[in-house]
Every structure is written in C-alpha cells, then in structure tokens.
C-alpha cells in the first residue's frame, strides 16, 4: 500500500507534526510507501486566482473552474498542482494531518482543496461521487482542536465535531474517496500556550500518538463513513423521497 | 447605520462583484456608510503563519492563539489585521460577500477568520459566543452556488446549504454577531463557462440584483438564526440535557 498525508501545520514541532512522524513510522513498518505534501514547508499557495494560469483560456474574465478545466485539457496546470495530483494518483490512503482552526480546516488546506482538485482532470459533472475520480482509494482526517471531548456535541460550545467535519468529508466523497472516520485529538494546546504545561504536553502527546498508531494498524478493518451517491437522487440533484439520512 | 462588506471573489466582473455593488448602492441610498475589504485586491494573505509576528512571544515554537493573544496586548498586530479590525470596530453590519467553493468560504475567505479574529483581542474563553466580542453586532453571508437549488438540501447532491454554512455562522456567533440568515444565489456559473450563455448570464444577475436589494432593505426586520449560548452549556461545554437543537 501506498499512503500520502497532506501535513498542514505551521510548527514542525507541534503535535500535529509528532502525529504525521506516528503515521510515517507505522506505516513504513507495515511495509507501506509514504510521502507527504508538508503544506507549509513548501510553502504552498491556498488561493486560487488568475496568476496561476498561464496562458488563460479567457483573459477577461477569471472564472476558475474554466480556467482549471481548461489547464488540465492542455497539462498546463502550475507545477505544484501537478505534483500534488501526481501524489494523489500514486497513493491507496491519504490522510488529512491538521488543527481545527475557525470551525474547519485551516486556510492553508482548505486551498488546497480550492487549487488541487481541479475541473475537468480529477471531476466532471459525470464523475463524481460514488463515480468520482478517486474511487478505491481512501481518505481519513487525523484533527487536534484545542477545546475538550466534552465540548463537541449536538447542542455543545463547539459544536458537533461530525458535523464540523461534514463540508471537509463531503469534499473527499464528491472526488470519490471512500472517506474514514476521522481520528481526533481534543483539548491540544500547544505548549507555550497558556493552558499547557510542559509535562502535560509530553505525557498526552504519549498517549496520542499510542492511539493513533493503534488506529493505523487497523484502517483496513474501518468501515468507510455512509454519503449518500447517484442512486439516491433525483435527476436535479434532490434527495429521493425514500432517501432520509438527515444531512 | 455603519456596514463592512468582506467581499471575497478574484474576478471583478463576477456575479460576486454585482452583488457587492447592489450592497454599496443600496445601503448608501439608504443613508448607511459603507466599506469594503476587498480581499482580492487588497492581496490579503489569508495564511496564518510565524512570520505575521515580530518579535515573537516564543521564538522556538509557534502557537498562533498565543503569538495573536501577545501582539493584541503588545498593540504589534500586523497592520493589514489592525486595519480589518478597525473596519469591524466601525460597522454595525458586516456582509460576507463570497462563492461556495468545495463546501465552504474560498481559502482566502477562511484565512480572514484565521488571521482576524485574533485570540486575546477579539475573544477569550469568558467572551465568546452570546458574551462575544462583537454583540450587538449584525452579519450576515451572501454567497453564490454554482449547482442549482434543487441540489442544496438534506441528502441532496450538493448537501444542505444550511449545514454547509453552519460552521462560518458558527464562527461569527463565536465572536458575538447575530448572524441572520443567509442570501443564496444558486446556479451561477461564471459567464466564460460552459453552463452560461451571456444571455443567461445577465439576465440571472439582473434578477438577483433586485432580490438582493430587496433584503437588503429587510434586513432591520430579519429574526437571527438561533444557536446554544452559555446557559445552555455544562461547564465541561456540553449541551445540558433539556437542551436539544439537533446540532
């Protein structure tokens, strides 16, 4: 097998960082190929917008889905979304290595989303979902959030963590990912921060990266989260009357 | 009245930008004072990072809550955030003004709500949500789909717009908005691709201009959309048992 992780923290020594090292090492001594598009390190550019297309299908008006399309018709897309797609291609599972920040991913990923999964190369109208690009590949989130378990509920201060998730998750199933349940660290503050002593930081980063590294090992046990695909809508996209999964 | 309107789209003649147009006319016909952040072309750098603090709390590891909490009591916040929360200091109203791209804000959008909404300046743990901030204040999203509506609801292809939106209100109900509810324009698809007749184009624009006006003229009359506060939590942050939303 072969595993990408998309890496998205600004400190290399974050616990964010120590669970992408858990990934690389658990992995590789499962005898699986590992890269890792380390976002910040490379300095990848979140925003989508006309600088990046060279020549433009239209030059006066920026439409990007055009613009993607177009690129990936004529393989002019910009070198690092051709590697970040060239990665993708080459990877069984990828995994999602990041914070919850603002309710979701941070900005830095979130561009990813927006830049590398471009119109025409990896969906059409016709190929997404339970059609899309990626089926038989699979997508897990690894996420830490600062406030605690108790905090992320229906009804809680932070809100429910599936449905937190939901927009991200739903993102990889429209690519067609069969997409894991994620694997979540709360109440992570980084040290230096207020709420964190030292030794607090070293004993739960212990016995994170412990259940993370458990939760590796048993991925191909995992049944994939449910999303609801092409036989359950109608022609215009609305959910069958039979269908009630609630979101 | 005071309104900010946050408008986040890279192409200056996009359905975008009409409607940012609609909402300057319209509220300065109404005797409001507006502003605008254009994140485009104001190049916002949505990317939270070590490098936005100088000096640095803590030079050896990066904590964005605690390097945002030091440079608001330091009065060091880099000058593009200082100027975003003055403009939030002056308006009453703020519009999110942005297309859905994969499930939420685009990159650029998001990272304002990273670099911004600054730990320490604009919340702490006692001020926050309906003890925020910003109470008193109004926000609310006005954003563009490219699927149809019929597309957007419980199990429906492009998911449940009000899901998809639930975590951006949720971070503005966390720094104490009263969020009201969203103005969706669906099925815009930029005029240059493949869906869109410029026909079709600018008669959809012309519709909505005069939707959008219209509640823009409403929006003194508009109830919030409801979400927990503190009385509805436990002190670990649970939803207390007589409490039930559904999210």
Same mark, same amino acid.
């Given at each position: 097998?072969?595993?990408l992780i998309i890496h998205c923290h600004p400190e290399p020594a974050s616990f964010n960082a120590a669970l992408t090292d858990v990934s690389v090492r658990t992995l590789r001594d499962l005898d699986h190929a590992v890269e890792i598009s380390d976002l910040y390190a490379e300095a990848f %550019?979140? +925003?989508?917008?006309? &600088?990046? !297309?060279?020549?433009?299908?239209?030059r006066t008006f920026f439409s990007a889905l055009a613009e993607q399309r177009h690129a990936s018709e004529t393989e002019a897309l910009p070198a690092e979304i051709h590697r970040e797609i060239e990665r993708l291609e080459r990877a069984d599972l990828v995994i999602f290595q990041f914070p919850l920040w603002w309710h979701g991913q941070p900005a830095m990923l979130k561009g990813w989303f927006d830049r590398v999964l471009v119109n025409g190369g990896l969906y059409t109208s016709a190929m997404r979902y339970d059609r899309g690009y990626f089926c038989g590949k699979r997508a897990i989130c690894s996420v830490t959030t600062g406030a605690p378990a108790s905090a992320f509920g229906p009804g809680a201060r932070g809100g429910d963590i599936d449905h937190l998730l939901w927009p991200l998750?739903? #993102?990889?199933?429209? +690519? =067609? @990912? #069969?997409?894991?349940p994620p !694997?979540?660290? @709360? &109440?992570? $503050? =980084?040290? &230096?921060?207020?709420? $964190?002593?030292?030794? =607090? !930081?070293a004993s739960r980063l212990d016995a994170l990266r412990a259940q993370w590294a458990g939760r590796l090992k048993q991925l191909g046990e995992l049944p994939a989260l449910r999303f609801p695909g092409w036989d359950?809508? %109608?022609?215009?996209?609305?959910?069958?009357?039979? @269908?009630?999964? &609630?979101?």
């Open positions: 097998m072969r595993a %550019d979140p +925003v989508e917008r006309p &600088g990046h !297309f060279r020549p433009r299908k239209d998750h739903y #993102s990889l199933h429209y +690519v =067609g @990912f #069969s997409v894991l !694997f979540l660290a @709360f &109440g992570i $503050q =980084g040290h &230096g921060y207020a709420y $964190q002593s030292e030794t =607090g !930081f359950d809508w %109608d022609d215009a996209g609305a959910a069958k009357p039979d @269908f009630a999964t &609630g979101i």
